[in-house]
């Protein structure tokens, strides 16, 4: 079957090819093509359909004989390390005798060409308060955070977006106690902390 709706394919593009522009060539074209696809059409066997399915067999199907087994408690597994996690911002921490956390100041500045993605990683503080958190920064950009962070001890990675030379860095750890603010310059090739 395919190869007679190929030959009549050619057929009908050799045709078109050497006819006229007149409307009475292409009218007389199209009907000898016409003719020529219904008597190809017409010598094709037809295909044989299947139309009687056989009938559902009578035999029973099998039955279960396995007896029901006890069930087995599964304990949950611990839950994730909490510091591996986003630390959420401006958090409130109240604990150790009454003592608050007034949150630490930090400015982070990109020294490099390209954008950079930061993220500082707070070990666990005296709150219990741990995890990390992000910040994509423009070329020679730097981003201020003014009390929105607990204080601790924090570690800065850092991934260079250059397109011709990506590269990371990394600095710290910084423990940040006070009001006074602590700076995280990033180089290509490492990240400087210079603070109180």
């Known amino acids: 079957m395919k ?22 060539a292409q009218a007389s074209e199209t009907a000898f093509v016409s003719t020529m696809i219904v008597g190809m059409m017409s010598a094709i066997p037809p295909v044989a359909t ?8 009578e035999t029973p199907l099998p039955t279960s004989t396995e007896t029901q087994q ?27 005798a009454g003592k608050v956390d007034n949150g630490a100041s930090v400015l982070i500045k990109n020294t490099t060409k390209a954008s950079i993605t930061v993220s500082l990683y707070l070990s666990k503080n005296k709150f219990g308060q741990c995890g990390f958190v992000s910040y ?6 730097s981003v201020s955070i003014v009390n929105e962070l607990p204080s601790g001890c ?12 990506p590269s990371t860095a990394s600095g710290g750890p910084a423990c940040i106690t006070g009001p006074d603010k602590t700076t995280f310059t990033v180089y290509a090739d490492k990240i400087k902390v210079t603070g109180p």
């Open 154 to 165: 924090y570690s800065a990675f850092a991934y260079i977006n250059d397109p011709k030379k």
């Open 136 to 141: 994509v920064i423009a070329p020679s950009q």
């Open 3 to 24: 190869q007679n709706v190929f030959i009549v394919t050619v057929i009908a593009l050799l045709l078109s090819a050497c006819v006229s522009a007149s409307g009475q």
């Open 70 to 96: 006890p069930l087995i408690e599964i304990s949950p597994t611990p839950s994730a390390d909490p510091c591996t996690g986003p630390l959420f911002a401006n958090p409130v921490a109240a604990s150790d």
């Open 50 to 57: 299947l139309t009687d399915t056989p009938a559902p067999s």
